[in-house]
């Protein structure tokens, strides 16, 4: 019998995109033959009008890039900004970003393992189980700063503002009662017959291969690759934070899953000790001027994003806005490896694949 | 006219049109007036009357599932649902019909014209016939044909043409393939389905669907729990139903074999597969539920309309709950899976009433202890020792190792 080859566009707009990202699909029946990604529908050109904005104000831009972790990304930029401005953040201030940058990790991850079940077909179930847990956290941040996903909470040498009195109660019954709602997730998902058998063995990643594209992040980790910043090249104070890192072992789309939830565990743990360590004082220092005024120089800090490894590469004329700014995003790299992942198997894979990786097409893009 | 006057609700009209010697001792009040020679005015009236009065009562059934699906998922999924039009949003879907007749109605350029506009109410047409079939109520029946069992057989599997009908018309690429699923998922179906129907012949020693019921002394799900689990997954299946959805999957195909469809050609996809869903869940009530039948203080059709909303509920249920399944695993589920074990349960069915053809009360419990044995032996083989190596994908319980510090 003869057959055709079929070739599909997937996206831009497309249920399971996760924003407007594109496929070029060939299929043999149901089964892949070639996925090209084809990406920037949604280029805003955030790096080019980095260099017309002060550095101040080049924080609401990075909010814009992964809008489900506005937070880290805030965080990437202000010690980037630090490091070329030699600032010296008050004590107060790295704390509060840390307990905000470990909730957008709580937060950020739901969204990931919410739609990843999405794409499995779920019916939404899970993912509303999980964006109710994410929108506590957004209530947190709502409470820190007035906003709930495009924060800009951070600035250089700390944050702007002091998370209010109610805002540590609410954290506390957030951080008790999580653990019980994530076990819940567990219990619904984690031995649920028809996600092992649609996650298992499926697109997996050898820990060379990932290695060799730079993947980073959650992903790295469930390839079975020990590297998480926090651990390796520790930024902020988390140094003075023991944490575990969750580690995949075969590398296929169960295991990107399953670190990710353990994951969030780790984070409300981390979050558990910031809160015994923070010490009253002021959250920012006095001296740091409003107009950030940087040296020449250059200066590049990778931080521990949701995604993976993130960070602002700065250089400086002297002025009060950037020359040039660059921005290594981890859902870029990690998508890279997309096409390899699913060719041979099912059309239905090639999606949970896609949500397994955990792109934002914001960051994709900038 | 034969069977149809058997049932009490076309008798009870016709008799209060007709001045046939034999209605006397239906007729309650004394206003019949079409004379004994013209009896055919009074049969088609009757007729024509409960035509209406089913058509409509399935379209308010669609309304009511619609608002109730989405009411109860809105509760599993912690959030309310619908509750702005009406009381509790009973309107909602009225405000929906509204809405899908309102649209523009597109025809898509590369479309096949006469198939694509076919291919709706060839989804919706055969699902109204199966509702006169089914007993309602211990007199309470439109027509009681002698193949029953087949009949609705076959009428529930006309809507994978259908889906083919619409895929190919399409002209759309997403919708091609949702239709060629649909063909090789239906068809695979289709035989677990009807061999597990087999089983509920066996034991009622009829293909009449009253005669099913009359025969089911020990509700058939408790019975013949084996052949009541696969026909509700192969039904569950039949539906387009998650986690059988692949054929309009969402996260994968848009919507399937509907996408190009808009308008009230669209509102007609949608209203056959709720449609579906009720005829579906009176299958199975009327199979496995023992229909009508229940302690006599409450009246049989109230008995009947309490299992169908029961298992109307447990298909709201699966769709709240169960993600999808591939292609391959539902196939390999279809074939390795149900079809061996609708096998085994009619297997044993008719060793046993070979051995007891007309069983007594005791022999029954018997019966059904024996079956359920063999439920649970069959499925511990299949889904525990053979399942690993029936879906070729080993599935191992996981969890995360920690990195060291």
Redesign the interface.
């Known amino acids: 019998m003869s057959t055709e080859l079929v070739t599909m566009n997937i996206g831009p707009i497309h249920p399971s995109t996760h924003g407007v990202f594109r496929m070029r699909v060939t299929f043999d029946g149901e089964t892949i033959i070639d996925a090209e990604p084809i990406i920037g529908y949604l280029h805003r050109g955030s790096e080019k009008l980095a260099e017309e904005r002060t550095y101040t104000q080049i924080v609401t831009l990075t909010d814009r890039m992964d809008y489900t972790a506005s937070m880290t990304n805030n965080q990437a930029y202000i010690l980037s900004v630090e490091k070329l401005s030699g600032i010296t953040p008050s004590d107060r201030g790295v704390w509060l970003r840390m307990i905000a940058a470990e909730l957008q990790r709580i937060a950020a991850h739901s969204v990931a393992i919410g739609f990843l079940i999405n794409d499995l077909g779920a019916w939404h179930t899970p993912l509303l189980y999980l964006l109710r847990e994410r929108e506590k956290i957004l209530e947190l941040f709502e409470m820190m700063c007035g906003a709930r996903i495009t924060n800009s909470y951070l600035r250089p040498g700390g944050v702007f503002m002091d998370a209010p009195d109610e805002f540590w109660p609410s954290l506390n019954k957030f951080l008790d009662d999580m653990p019980n709602r994530l076990d819940d997730i567990e219990n619904l998902l984690t031995d649920n017959e028809i996600i092992l058998a649609r996650t298992q063995n499926v697109a997996i990643l050898k820990k060379e291969d990932a290695i060799n594209a730079s993947i980073t992040g959650p992903m790295l980790r469930a390839s079975g690759v020990d590297w998480d910043l926090r651990h390796r090249n520790p930024y902020d104070y988390y140094e003075k934070i023991s944490f575990r890192r969750p580690l995949g072992t075969v590398g296929d789309n169960n295991d990107r899953y399953l670190v990710r939830l353990h994951e969030i565990r780790e984070s409300l743990k981390i979050v558990e000790q910031c809160l015994d360590l923070i010490e009253p004082g002021p959250v920012k220092p006095e001296e740091v001027p409003f107009l950030v005024r940087p040296p020449e120089g250059e200066s590049y800090v990778p931080i521990e994003a949701p995604k993976g490894e993130l960070g602002f590469y700065l250089v400086s004329d002297g002025g009060i806005s950037p020359f040039r700014c660059h921005v290594r995003a981890p859902s870029l790299i990690n998508l890279t490896l997309l096409r390899d992942m699913v060719i041979g198997y099912k059309i239905a894979d090639l999606f949970v694949t896609f949500g397994s990786i955990d792109v934002n097409m914001g960051e994709v893009d900038r | 006219m034969g069977p149809i006057r058997e049932s009490f609700i076309f008798e009870f009209l016709y008799c209060h049109l007709s001045l046939e010697a034999s209605c006397s001792s239906v007729r309650i009040l004394n206003i019949a007036f079409i004379p004994e020679n013209l009896s055919w005015i009074s049969f088609t009236l009757t007729a024509f009357f409960w035509i209406f009065v089913f058509i409509n009562a399935a379209l308010v059934g669609v309304l009511m599932l619609i608002w109730g699906e989405r009411r109860l ?1 809105g509760k ?4 309310l649902g619908p509750n702005r039009w009406g009381p509790l949003g009973l309107f909602t879907p009225v405000a929906d019909a509204i809405k899908v007749m309102f649209k523009e109605d597109i025809e898509p350029t590369l479309s096949d014209k006469l198939i694509y506009v076919l291919a709706p109410i060839l989804m919706v047409v055969p699902v109204f016939m199966i509702f006169p079939v089914i007993p309602y109520g211990t007199k309470t029946f439109l027509t009681n044909i002698s193949v029953g069992v087949v009949f609705v057989l076959a009428i529930t599997s006309i809507n994978s043409l259908s889906v083919l009908m619409a895929g190919w018309a399409s002209g759309n ?2 919708a091609i ?1 949702g239709g060629i ?1 649909a063909v090789a998922m239906l068809l695979s179906y289709e035989i677990p389905m009807g061999i597990s129907a087999a089983g509920v012949v066996i034991v009622a020693g009829s293909l009449s669907l009253s005669e099913v019921v009359n025969n089911q002394v020990i509700p058939n799900a408790i019975f013949q729990p084996l052949g009541f689990i696969t026909f509700l997954i192969a039904s569950t299946a039949e539906l387009n139903r ?2 059988f ?2 054929t309009e ?6 919507a399937g074999y509907m996408t190009d469809y808009s308008s009230m050609k669209f509102g007609l996809f949608y209203l056959g597969e709720f449609m579906a869903t009720i005829a579906s869940s009176a299958i199975i009530v009327t199979f496995y539920f023992s229909g009508w039948r229940g302690p006599s203080f409450i009246p049989s059709e109230i008995w009947f309309l309490a299992k169908w909303i029961g298992v109307i509920a447990i298909f709201i249920w699966f ?11 539902i196939m390999s589920l279809a074939w390795k899976g149900l079809f061996e074990l609708s096998l085994i349960n009619v297997l044993v069915l008719a060793l046993m009433i070979a051995i007891w053809p007309d069983p007594s009360g005791i022999q029954l419990l018997i019966m059904t202890l024996i079956n359920w044995v063999v439920f649970f032996l069959s499925i511990y083989i299949f889904g525990k020792i053979l399942s690993p190596n029936l ?1 070729g ?13």
């Not at chain 2, 709240?320 to 399944?325: E, K």
């Open positions: 998922i599993f999924q912690a959030r690429r997403f393939i699923r998650s986690p959805d692949i999957a969402e996260s994968e195909l848009v769709r709240a709950t169960f993600p999808r399944l591939r292609i391959d695993q879906t994908n080993k599935i191992t319980k996981r969890s995360v190792v920690y990195g060291l510090d």
